[in-house]
């Protein structure tokens, strides 16, 4: 799911106009440029039935939108969100539409070597399945 996940993000023609392929696992990597997008797995999300796991997970993950201002990370957001909102199959997962759970504002940080960077956090229940 996560390679799929960030296959997915990077396909898609406004988040790449935007972040190019600057997407992440858990850490950007460090003197890329910025806007990007950092991702972190919250919550495994496993949906169990009397039998088990379903095969089927509601995982929740953070969706970092980051940049200098926010006329750089904002329209990052929106395109995420349009994006997530959608059902489509990437490799070998099937994702259904995502749910925007939270979203809060990052509070601007000095980067040595960067500046000011700051952002929008969101968590999405991101519902998948592998095939």
């Given at each position: 799911?996560?390679?799929?996940?960030?296959?997915?993000?990077?396909?898609?023609p406004?988040?790449?106009?935007?972040?190019?392929?600057?997407?992440?696992?858990?850490?950007?990597?460090?003197?890329?440029?910025?806007?990007?997008?950092?991702?972190?797995?919250?919550?495994?999300?496993?949906?169990?039935?009397?039998?088990?796991?379903?095969?089927?997970?509601?995982?929740?993950?953070?969706f970092?939108?980051?940049?200098?201002?926010?006329?750089?990370?904002?329209?990052?957001?929106?395109?995420l969100?349009?994006?997530?909102?959608?059902?489509?199959?990437?490799?070998?997962?099937?994702?259904?539409?995502?749910?925007?759970e939270?979203?809060?504002d990052?509070?601007?940080?000095?980067?040595?070597?960067?500046?000011?960077?700051?952002?929008?956090?969101?968590?999405?229940?991101?519902?998948?399945?592998?095939?």
């Amino acid at each position: 799911m996560r390679i799929d996940l960030r296959s997915r993000l990077v396909a898609n023609p406004t988040i790449a106009g935007l972040v190019g392929s600057r997407v992440y696992w858990n850490k950007r990597k460090q003197g890329d440029p910025l806007p990007a997008i950092v991702l972190y797995k919250i919550s495994p999300g496993i949906q169990y039935t009397h039998n088990g796991d379903s095969g089927y997970y509601g995982s929740r993950i953070q969706f970092d939108s980051i940049g200098l201002e926010v006329r750089d990370f904002e329209p990052v957001f929106n395109a995420l969100k349009a994006e997530m909102e959608q059902a489509k199959t990437v490799g070998q997962t099937a994702f259904s539409m995502s749910f925007l759970e939270s979203e809060r504002d990052m509070p601007f940080v000095d980067v040595d070597g960067v500046g000011a960077v700051g952002g929008i956090s969101a968590d999405f229940f991101v519902w998948w399945k592998s095939l």
